[in-house]
């Protein structure tokens, strides 16, 4: 069983910055990509930023803004976001693909975390 668990979401001021956590726990032998998505009231879930073990990818609108990292010895991706617009506004949720079990090291699941919701008042 494995789970993601997100944090840090919250109310800002537009320009203002947050910084999300995801965290994954249990049966992990190798985590191959982490992201986040955002899904805002009324429109479909998109990309925000994506990490594997050598590359980052982003989505045009949070280009020069946000900044995905990744801390492998702790199984947590973050999401630093600056330069926040009300545009921004949107549950925020974690996923990731992830490989359970050492002895199936091709069987990569996707995992998605609960969402953290995230307001930018203008």
């Known amino acids: 069983q494995v789970q993601l668990v997100e944090s840090g979401g919250g109310l800002v001021q537009a320009g203002g910055s947050l910084r999300l956590s995801c965290a994954a726990s249990?049966?992990?032998?190798?985590?191959?990509?982490m992201g986040w998505y955002r899904q805002a009231p009324g429109k479909q879930r998109e990309l925000v930023a994506s990490?594997?073990?050598?590359?980052?990818h982003y989505a045009d609108s949070v280009k020069g803004r946000f900044t995905i990292s990744r801390d492998n010895a702790n199984d947590t991706v973050y999401l630093e976001m600056n330069s926040l617009k009300p545009e921004d506004t949107a549950v925020y949720f974690c996923?990731?693909?992830?490989?359970?079990?050492?002895?199936?090291?091709?069987?990569?699941?996707?995992?998605w975390g609960q969402g953290t919701q995230v307001t930018v008042s203008s």
């Open positions: 996923n990731a693909e992830i490989v359970p079990y050492r002895d199936h090291p091709n069987a990569a699941y996707l995992y």
């Open positions: 249990g049966s992990i032998f190798r985590i191959n990509l």
């Open positions: 990490i594997t073990m050598s590359s980052t």
